[in-house]
């Protein structure tokens, strides 16, 4: 399955954008898929994730209540829905699939190449 991360771009801080999450060809319905991040000199971190059903979502602590995965109405997409962007939210935003709904970048098994966010202050 190749993912195809699209909807970054450049915002002001407070700002909010919505990237997207998509398969050619086939429906993501059956997998968990996840958002990892890596900003400049850093490693890649996990951010959110969102199970199968749609019904369970997980965001790590650095961004709760700020970003949350969520599933379109035809389950073929995924969106991270980032609010209040900061700075420091700069980074490429990667999603990821895979057969179990964790926050362990070692369990998803296919990529999307990333899509850039830039947060201007």
């Known amino acids: 399955v190749q993912l195809q991360a699209s909807g970054g771009g450049l915002v002001q801080a407070g700002g909010s954008l919505r990237p997207s999450c998509a398969a050619s060809g086939r429906t993501l319905s059956s997998y968990a898929i996840a958002w990892f991040r890596q900003a400049p000199g850093k490693e890649r971190e996990f951010v959110a994730t969102i199970d199968w059903s749609g019904d369970n979502t997980y965001s790590a602590d650095s961004v709760k209540g700020q970003f949350t995965a969520s599933r379109g109405n035809a389950k073929n997409t995924v969106y991270l829905e980032m609010n209040s962007l900061r700075p420091e939210d700069t980074a490429v935003y990667y999603c990821?699939?895979?057969?179990?709904?964790?926050?362990?970048?070692?369990?998803?098994?296919?990529w999307g190449q990333g899509t850039l966010v830039t947060v201007s202050s």
């Open positions: 990821a699939g895979g057969r179990k709904y964790t926050v362990w970048s070692r369990d998803y098994d296919f």
